[in-house]
C-alpha cells in the first residue's frame, strides 16, 4: 500500500506542481498556448490539470474512507463535512483577501476551493450510501442527468452566452459575484457544472477501490490501461457527436476523457515507480503531494500579496518580471521562467513542511 501510496503523492505533487505554473506567468500577454486554457471548447494540457486534482481527491477518498470505516459512517460524515465546508470557507476568503481592498458586494463566491469543497463533500457523503458495486450507475446518472439539464435552454444550451450554468449562478448570486474573465458574467467553476465533477471525484474513487482490491501490480496497471483510453475515446466521439469537451461547463465527455487520462497517467507512475522502481526523478514532487492544497493556497496569498506593493509604480508581481525576466529571457521565455521560480518559491515552504515530516490537511 504504501508503495501505491507514493505513486498517488507523485501524482498529486505534479499537478499542484503544474496548477501552480499554468496560474502565475510572469504576464498574462505572453503565455505558451499549452499553458492556456482552451478558449471554450476542446482541451489543451493546462485544462487536464484541475480535473486531474479531483480524480486524486477521489482516489484518496477511498483509502481515507477505508481507514475511517471502523469509527462509523457517522464519523465519516461529520468529518467530511467539516473539511469540505472548510476548503469553502477558505476559497471564499482567498478570494476576499486582502478584505480591505474589495467590498463584500463585489466578492466573486465561487473558485478553485470552492469547487473542491463542495464535490469532495458529496461524493463523500454519496459514497456512505450508494453500494460500491452500484458507484459506475452512480456516475452514469450524474453524467446523464447533467447533460440533460443542460439541454433544456434549447438552441446556444452549450455556448458561453446561453448556458444553463451561467443563467442560475445569474440568478442565484448576481453578476458582481461571478467571475468576468470571459468577458461577461460567467462562473467556470459554478454551481451546476459542480454536479459533474462530482462525477470526475467519484471516477478517482472507484480508480482507488480498484487500486486496493488488486494485489497485482501489473494487473492494476492493465486495468487502468484498457478502461482509461476506452473513457477517453468514448469522450471523443461524443465530442464529435454534438457534446463537447468544455472544462469551463464541465461537460459529461469532459469528465469521461480528463477521466480517462488520468488514469492512464496513473498507471503511467505505477509502472515507473512501483513495478521499475524509478522512483528518484520524482521525489522532487512529493513535498507538494503530500500538502497540496496548503501549498495552492499559499501560491494565492504570496500573488495577492505582490500585487499590494508599489515598486516604481507597478506592482511587485509586474516589476519582478519587467525588470528580471523580460529583459533577460524575452518575453514569453521570460514569463514562462517567472511562473517556474515562484512555482520553486512555493516548493521551499512545501519542503520546509515535508523535511519536518509536517502534513496539514487543509
Known amino acids: 500500500m504504501n508503495q501505491r501510496l507514493l505513486s498517488l503523492d507523485i501524482f ?27 478558449s471554450w471548447d476542446g482541451c489543451t494540457p493546462t485544462d487536464l490539470v484541475f480535473p486531474f486534482f479531483m480524480f486524486i481527491v477521489g482516489v484518496s477518498m477511498s483509502i481515507s474512507y477505508s481507514g ?5 459512517q457517522a464519523f465519516w460524515r461529520q468529518k467530511a463535512v467539516t473539511r469540505g465546508l472548510t476548503i469553502v470557507l477558505i476559497g471564499i476568503l482567498l478570494n476576499w483577501f486582502p478584505f480591505y481592498t474589495k467590498s463584500l458586494t463585489e466578492l466573486r463566491i465561487f ?4 469547487r473542491i469543497g ?7 457523503l ?25 439541454m433544456l435552454a434549447g438552441e446556444g444550451a452549450l455556448t458561453l ?4 450554468v451561467r443563467t442560475i449562478d445569474l440568478w442565484l448570486l448576481g453578476e458582481s459575484h461571478m467571475y468576468k474573465g470571459y468577458g461577461l458574467p460567467f462562473d467556470p467553476e459554478g454551481l451546476l457544472s459542480t454536479v459533474p465533477a462530482i462525477g470526475t471525484v467519484l471516477l478517482g474513487y472507484i480508480t482507488g477501490l480498484q487500486v486496493q482490491s488488486q494485489p497485482s501490480k501489473a494487473k492494476l496497471v492493465r486495468w487502468l490501461l484498457i478502461l482509461g483510453p476506452s473513457l ?5 466521439l461524443l465530442h464529435f457527436l454534438g457534446l463537447p469537451i468544455n472544462k469551463p461547463i464541465w461537460s459529461s465527455s469532459y469528465v469521461l476523457f480528463t477521466g480517462g487520462l488520468a488514469m492512464a497517467f496513473l498507471a503511467f507512475l505505477l509502472w515507473v515507480i512501483d513495478i521499475r522502481q524509478w522512483s528518484n526523478w520524482a521525489t522532487v514532487f512529493k513535498p507538494f503531494g503530500l500538502n497540496p492544497l496548503v501549498s495552492y493556497i499559499l501560491s494565492g496569498l504570496f500573488v495577492k500579496t505582490a500585487f499590494l506593493v ?13 525588470n528580471v525576466f523580460q529583459p533577460g529571457f524575452g518575453n514569453y521565455l521570460g514569463s514562462f521562467l517567472f511562473a517556474i521560480i515562484y512555482t520553486m518559491f512555493i516548493w521551499f515552504f512545501a519542503w520546509m513542511l515535508y523535511r519536518k515530516g509536517t502534513i496539514i490537511k487543509v
Open 12 to 38: 498529486r505533487g505534479m499537478t499542484i506542481f503544474f496548477m501552480i505554473v499554468v496560474n502565475t506567468p510572469g504576464t498574462w500577454d505572453y503565455v505558451y498556448a499549452p499553458l492556456r486554457h482552451a
Open 68 to 72: 475511517a470505516v471502523t469509527k462509523g
Open 111 to 114: 473558485g478553485v476551493l470552492q
Open 118 to 124: 463542495l464535490a469532495f463533500l458529496v461524493a463523500a
Open 126 to 150: 454519496l459514497i456512505t450510501v450508494v453500494r460500491k458495486t452500484t458507484m459506475w450507475w452512480l456516475v452514469a446518472l450524474l453524467l446523464s442527468l447533467y447533460t440533460g439539464v443542460l
Open 161 to 164: 452566452e446561453g448556458n444553463l
Open 232 to 236: 477517453a475515446g468514448a469522450a471523443i
Open 310 to 322: 508599489d515598486i516604481s509604480g507597478k506592482n511587485a508581481y509586474q516589476w519582478i518580471y519587467s
